[in-house]
T-cell receptor
Framework: IAGITQAPTSQILAAGRRMTLRCTQD?????MYWYRQDLGLGLRLIHY???????GKGEVPDGYSVSRANTDDFPLTLASAVPSQTSVYFC?????????????FGPGTRLTVL | GQNIDQPTEMTATEGAIVQINCTYQ??????LFWYQQHAGEAPTFLSY????GLEEKGRFSSFLSRSKGYSYLLLKELQMKDSASYLC??????????FGAGTTVTVRA
């Protein structure tokens, strides 16, 4: 059982380039999330999806877009990367996104934008 | 926005007890989570509180007081492997999870 996988593990990217971070889960969870984690700031929600076909904006959505074409996949796209998007990105999923559902996290993608 | 505060760092001796406090001010409340995160790894779930009181799970316990906007995570019989960051997270009225910056616990022999 893989749980949640993310790709790539790490990436160095030139500013202005387009980049898609991939996230796949095999738990048939309805809800999926993208966070970024920066030193001293903790995890901040970028975008989320409560079910396939729907998405919503989190706390820091600017410069990022997502899609949820099916239950398993939730890619995060940086249309034109900027150095302030250097961070560790975590994808997570939960059964329904409600009440006491815990979120399961992927291993993370370390992104450096130069 | 949401405001979740927890200490930045704590140090304790192997075998001892450490209490990590978390205070929060959020728009609505639908539960409080504690996660453990080892350096370079993903956060993993430790506990969930939605009603006032203490939840015990082995060496770890978590307490919640909704009226005070306060929680703590209690780690007993500390082991070296408990050295990690501990994240307090609150599910708000829209069911979104907001995280504190995390408390780094260092366990010394």
């Amino acid at each position: 059982i893989a749980g949640i996988t993310q790709a790539p593990t790490s990436q160095i990217l030139a500013a202005g380039r387009r980049m898609t971070l991939r996230c796949t889960q095999d738990m048939r969870h309805n809800a999926m999330y993208w966070y970024r984690q920066d030193l001293g700031l903790g995890l901040r929600l970028i975008h989320y999806s409560n079910t396939a076909g729907t998405t919503g904006k989190g706390e820091v959505p600017d410069g990022y877009s997502v899609s949820r074409a099916n239950t398993d996949d939730f890619p995060l796209t940086l249309a034109s990367a900027v150095p302030s998007q250097t961070s560790v990105y975590f994808c997570a999923s939960s059964d329904s996104g409600l009440a006491g559902d815990e979120q399961f996290f992927g291993p993370g993608t370390r992104l450096t934008v130069l | 926005g949401q405001n979740i505060d927890q200490p930045t760092e704590m140090t304790a001796t192997e075998g001892a007890i450490v209490q990590i406090n978390c205070t929060y001010q959020t728009s609505g409340f639908n539960g409080l989570f504690w996660y453990q995160q080892h350096a370079g790894e993903a956060p993993t779930f430790l506990s969930y509180n939605v009603l006032d009181g203490l939840e015990e799970k082995g060496r770890f316990s978590s307490f919640l007081s909704r009226s005070k906007g306060y929680s703590y995570l209690l780690l007993k019989e500390l082991q070296m492997k408990d050295s990690a960051s501990y994240l307090c997270a609150v599910r708000d009225g829209d069911y979104k999870l907001s995280f504190g910056a995390g408390t780094t616990v260092t366990v010394r022999a």
